[in-house]
T-cell receptor
Framework: GDSVTQMEGPVTLSEEAFLTINCTYT??????LFWYVQYPGEGLQLLLK?????DKGSNKGFEATYRKETTSFHLEKGSVQVSDSAVYFC???????????FGAGTRLAVHP | SAVISQKPSRDICQRGTSLTIQCQVD?????MFWYRQQPGQSLTLIAT?????????ESGFVIDKFPISRPNLTFSTLTVSNMSPEDSSIYLC????????????FGQGTRLTVV
């Protein structure tokens, strides 16, 4: 079945460092791909999405590109802030099924 | 976007009891979803609830343990029955986007602790 694999955390960075969180998926067809973020004590929020190959999703300085050839959707940010400390979930959704399949989540801690 | 309100936001319950979680959406939606997030884990879909029909449960989840109601297009409840400490989790309600972009919106979640 479909699945999502994320790099294990926690990821600990200093403020202004470059961030990459790896995400790869296994799925048939052409799923939509998502990054969700969960800030401490809050619910999930959609961070960005991509619905077809080579699409780049971006929001709040975060970017991820839908790479069909490598089945990847890595999350990047050029300069992280303390306020980016959260748990990040990569997810996919198959068209027509409306069911999200989540990765295990990666905890990011950014220190001043 | 959709605004989703869940009640209660948290609760501490005795084992053997049941808790009903409410989910209210500010717009009409066809499908509502219930997820579980166990401590330190990812989210797992429990069931999909359509108005006017029985909920569809994922593997490992059964109606007797997690009965769901969907009386109209803006409301759903999830009951966690005969609770045990293993049921301690965050339970989240979710709805799909109406714009066909295949994204989901989530409520704040209900943090359940069973003692």
């Amino acid at each position: 079945g479909d699945s999502v694999t994320q790099m294990e955390g926690p990821v600990t960075l200093s403020e202004e460092a470059f961030l990459t969180i790896n995400c790869t998926y296994t799925a048939t067809g052409y799923p939509s791909l998502f990054w969700y973020v969960q800030y401490p004590g809050e619910g999930l929020q959609l961070l960005l999405k991509a619905t077809k190959a080579d699409d780049k999703g971006s929001n709040k300085g975060f970017e991820a590109t839908y790479r069909k050839e490598t089945t990847s959707f890595h999350l990047e940010k050029g300069s992280v802030q303390v306020s980016d400390s959260a748990v990040y979930f990569c997810a996919l959704m198959q068209r027509g099924y409306n069911k999200l399949i989540f990765g295990a989540g990666t905890r990011l801690a950014v220190h001043p | 976007s959709a605004v989703i309100s869940q009640k209660p936001s948290r609760d501490i319950c005795q084992r053997g009891t049941s808790l009903t979680i409410q989910c209210q959406v500010d717009s009409q939606v066809t499908m509502m979803f219930w997820y579980r997030q166990q401590p330190g884990q990812s989210l797992t879909l429990i069931a999909t609830a359509n108005q006017g029909s029985e909920a569809t449960y994922e593997s490992g989840f059964v109606i007797d343990k997690f009965p769901i109601s969907r009386p109209n297009l803006t409301f759903s409840t999830l009951t966690v029955s005969n609770m045990s400490p293993e049921d301690s989790s965050i339970y989240l309600c979710s709805v799909e986007s109406r714009t066909g972009t295949y994204e989901a919106f989530f409520g704040q979640g209900t943090r359940l602790t069973v003692v």
